[in-house]
Each structure stands twice: as structure tokens, then as C-alpha cells.
């Protein structure tokens, strides 16, 4: 029988190996429940926090301890990030030059109108999420129910409308209604969604009608323009005219008043004379005889003057230097 008791040899030592192992085996489950307890959540986040499944608490962005090993377990939800669904288009890459895909939504954008047309609207909702315990357990699916729910309400809104008010004028109210009707929606269903924007991207009607629509917009905008012009010609005459009568009218009432005061004070004058004739015939009868000539002779060029008493001698006029004649005494006339 060999001799196991030899000089340098050793048995090994179990007793330390299954301690290293047990160590090992310890601290492989420390690093697992630490794992497992410390999560972390990201700035425009907050974590739901459920324990065997039922919430307890909810945690705001930075590092947090859960209880480890599947007995609670967090649910990320991004709060403060602005989500966007979109209708009749997808966007392939969103940059300065957005590309977009149409093919195969039309069945999420073609919709009937007030006046039974059909109209392609292709429309986008912001939103964010309000309430993150409502968003993850009220609703099974909250993001599909919530693209019916933006189709069912923008449907609605484009039915109670004719063609022309969702393709030109009305285009803003239609955003605003569907805004405030999806908003009363999601807290009717208390789905946890704050709706934020709605963009309407282009509204334009079925290719096969384009362009008959398009001759209809076209004859409508020349009747605008016609309109337009007929409004304008009539604003520039009207004022003009009626400036116009009105500055014919205040002159004929000044030059009424006018001859009225001039025919007051002619009147009035002449009252004032008979009154004096009346009182002094002779020397107003004499005033009136100066005043005239005072006013008559400055404008004749020469004057006689005969002497009224005279009666022996009847001079010679020179009547003919008078009338660019010779007189009979010039030149050794007549005596």
C-alpha cells in the first residue's frame, strides 16, 4: 500500500475553498439587490414607483431606492417632454428641409363636410402628458385611443362646416374647436393627456377634383377683386360727390346771406334818407345833387363850366379842339 504521508505533500483545504465561494456567492447577491434597489430618472421624467404591481409613490428626476428583487419595480413616464401624433402624413426626417410621407394614410385624412364634399385634412396634435399614474393604468392603450379620439373630434368638427370655411377662412376656428373638444375628451376619459397645439398642415381637396376646385377658387377670387374695385371706385366718388354738393350748398347759403344783408342795408339806407328828406327836403335835395357830382365829375376828362347868368355875350366854345377839329379862331379863323 503506497504511503500517502510523503515528505511535501499536502492534502487541500475544502473548509477555505467553500468560504471563498459562500463569500463570492454573498457578494454576488449584494451587488444584485444593489442593482436592483438604485435607479436613476432622467431630468424631463418622473418615475412610477409600483409595488407587485400596484403604485405607491411617484419619484422625481435624480437617483432613488426601490425595494429589490421584482418586489417593486419603476415606470418611467416623460412628463415634460412634448409628444406628437400626426394625421395623414408621416414625418420621415425633421430638419430645415422636413421630408414627408403621405402614401398610405388617406383613410386618416379624407373626411365629409357640412356640404356633403370630400376634403383631405391633414392635421397634427401636441400634447404632453399630465398625469402619469392616469396615462399608465386608466387606459390600456392610451396612445392608439388617443389617435381615435383626435380623428373622431376633428371628423366632427370638419362635418358641422362647408368646403370653402375649412379651406380659406375658417381654418383657425376649426384648430381652436378641435383643441377645446379633444382637451374636454381626454378628461371625459381622464386619460392622463394635456392636449397643446393643434396644426392644421394642409387642407386641400380630393386629386381627382383639384381642377375644378381650383377653376371654382379661381373664379371666386376674380369676383373678390371685382368686388373689391367696385368698392373702392365708389368710396373715392361718394365722398368726392358729396363734398362736393356740400361746398355748393355753403356757398349758396353765403351768397343768400349776403344779398340779404346787402338788401337789409340798402333798405336801411334808404330809410335813413327819406327820413332826412323828410325833415330837410332842400338840403337833402342839395346833399344828394353834391355827392352825386363828387362822384361823376372825376371821371370826365374836361369840363365847362357856363355861368348860368350870363346874357349879353355868348362865348365861343372850342368845341372842335373838343372833338380833334380846328377851332374857327386858330389860324386866323372868323372873327
Same mark, same amino acid.
Given at each position: 500500500?503506497?504511503?500517502?504521508? =510523503?515528505?511535501?505533500?499536502?492534502?487541500?483545504?475544502?473548509?477555505?475553498?467553500?468560504?471563498?465561494?459562500?463569500?463570492?456567492?454573498? %457578494?454576488?447577491?449584494?451587488?444584485?439587490?444593489?442593482?436592483? +434597489?438604485?435607479?436613476?430618472?432622467?431630468?424631463?421624467?418622473?418615475?412610477?414607483?409600483?409595488? *407587485?404591481?400596484?403604485? !405607491?409613490?411617484?419619484?422625481?428626476?435624480?437617483?432613488?431606492?426601490?425595494?429589490?428583487?421584482?418586489?417593486?419595480?419603476?415606470?418611467? /413616464?416623460? =412628463?415634460?417632454?412634448?409628444?406628437?401624433?400626426?394625421?395623414? $402624413?408621416? =414625418?420621415?426626417?425633421?430638419?430645415?428641409?422636413?421630408?414627408?410621407?403621405?402614401?398610405? $394614410?388617406?383613410?386618416?385624412?379624407?373626411?365629409?363636410? %357640412?356640404?356633403?364634399?370630400?376634403?383631405?385634412?391633414?392635421?397634427? !396634435?401636441?400634447?404632453?402628458?399630465?398625469?402619469?399614474?392616469?396615462?399608465?393604468?386608466?387606459?390600456?392603450?392610451?396612445?392608439?385611443?388617443?389617435?381615435?379620439?383626435?380623428?373622431? /373630434?376633428?371628423?366632427?368638427?370638419?362635418?358641422?362646416?362647408?368646403?370653402?370655411?375649412?379651406? @380659406?377662412?375658417?381654418?383657425?376656428?376649426?384648430?381652436? @374647436?378641435?383643441?377645446?373638444?379633444?382637451?374636454?375628451?381626454?378628461?371625459?376619459?381622464? &386619460? %392622463?393627456?394635456?392636449?397643446?397645439? !393643434?396644426?392644421?398642415?394642409?387642407? @386641400?381637396?380630393? #386629386?381627382?377634383?383639384?381642377?375644378?376646385?381650383?377653376? !371654382?377658387?379661381?373664379?371666386?377670387?376674380?369676383?373678390?377683386?371685382?368686388?373689391?374695385?367696385?368698392?373702392?371706385?365708389?368710396?373715392?366718388? &361718394?365722398?368726392?360727390?358729396?363734398?362736393?354738393?356740400?361746398?355748393?350748398?355753403?356757398?349758396?347759403?353765403?351768397?343768400?346771406?349776403?344779398?340779404?344783408?346787402?338788401?337789409?342795408?340798402?333798405?336801411?339806407? *334808404?330809410?335813413?334818407? $327819406?327820413?332826412?328828406?323828410?325833415?330837410?327836403?332842400?338840403?337833402?335835395?342839395?346833399?344828394? $345833387?353834391?355827392? =352825386?357830382?363828387?362822384?361823376?365829375?372825376?371821371?370826365?376828362?374836361?369840363?365847362?363850366?357856363? #355861368?348860368?347868368?350870363?346874357? #349879353?355875350?355868348?362865348?365861343?366854345?372850342?368845341? %372842335?379842339?373838343?372833338?380833334? +377839329?380846328?377851332?374857327?379862331?386858330?389860324?386866323?379863323?372868323?372873327?
Amino acid at each position: 500500500m503506497p504511503d500517502f504521508n =510523503t515528505s511535501g505533500w499536502s492534502p487541500p483545504d475544502i473548509n477555505l475553498s467553500r468560504r471563498t465561494i459562500a463569500l463570492i456567492a454573498i %457578494g454576488g447577491v449584494v451587488v444584485v439587490t444593489l442593482f436592483t +434597489m438604485v435607479f436613476q430618472i432622467p431630468a424631463d421624467s418622473i418615475g412610477v414607483v409600483m409595488r *407587485f404591481g400596484e403604485p !405607491v409613490r411617484e419619484v422625481g428626476p435624480g437617483l432613488h431606492v426601490k425595494a429589490p428583487v421584482g418586489v417593486e419595480e419603476v415606470r418611467i /413616464v416623460p =412628463t415634460q417632454r412634448q409628444r406628437k401624433v400626426e394625421f395623414g $402624413y408621416r =414625418t420621415q426626417s425633421a430638419a430645415v428641409d422636413s421630408s414627408y410621407k403621405r402614401e398610405g $394614410y388617406e383613410h386618416e385624412s379624407l373626411m365629409l363636410t %357640412g356640404d356633403l364634399n370630400v376634403v383631405d385634412v391633414q392635421w397634427a !396634435v401636441q400634447y404632453r402628458i399630465e398625469d402619469a399614474q392616469r396615462y399608465l393604468f386608466e387606459v390600456r392603450d392610451v396612445r392608439e385611443t388617443f389617435r381615435y379620439m383626435s380623428q373622431a /373630434v376633428m371628423r366632427e368638427v370638419v362635418g358641422d362646416r362647408t368646403v370653402s370655411e375649412v379651406l @380659406t377662412v375658417g381654418r383657425a376656428e376649426v384648430a381652436d @374647436t378641435v383643441k377645446k373638444s379633444l382637451s374636454e375628451l381626454c378628461d371625459d376619459y381622464d &386619460i %392622463g393627456l394635456r392636449v397643446e397645439q !393643434v396644426n392644421l398642415q394642409d387642407i @386641400t381637396p380630393p #386629386d381627382p377634383v383639384k381642377p375644378s376646385f381650383n377653376e !371654382v377658387n379661381e373664379a371666386q377670387q376674380e369676383k373678390s377683386e371685382l368686388i373689391n374695385q367696385a368698392k373702392a371706385a365708389y368710396n373715392k366718388a &361718394i365722398p368726392a360727390a358729396k363734398g362736393e354738393g356740400k361746398r355748393k350748398v355753403e356757398q349758396a347759403e353765403g351768397y343768400a346771406v349776403q344779398r340779404v344783408n346787402r338788401a337789409q342795408g340798402e333798405a336801411a339806407r *334808404f330809410n335813413s334818407l $327819406y327820413e332826412a328828406y323828410r325833415k330837410a327836403p332842400e338840403v337833402t335835395r342839395r346833399r344828394i $345833387y353834391i355827392e =352825386t357830382l363828387s362822384e361823376v365829375l372825376p371821371k370826365v376828362d374836361r369840363k365847362i363850366v357856363i #355861368d348860368e347868368g350870363a346874357s #349879353d355875350v355868348v362865348p365861343l366854345l372850342p368845341l %372842335g379842339d373838343m372833338r380833334g +377839329m380846328p377851332s374857327p379862331n386858330s389860324n386866323g379863323g372868323s372873327k
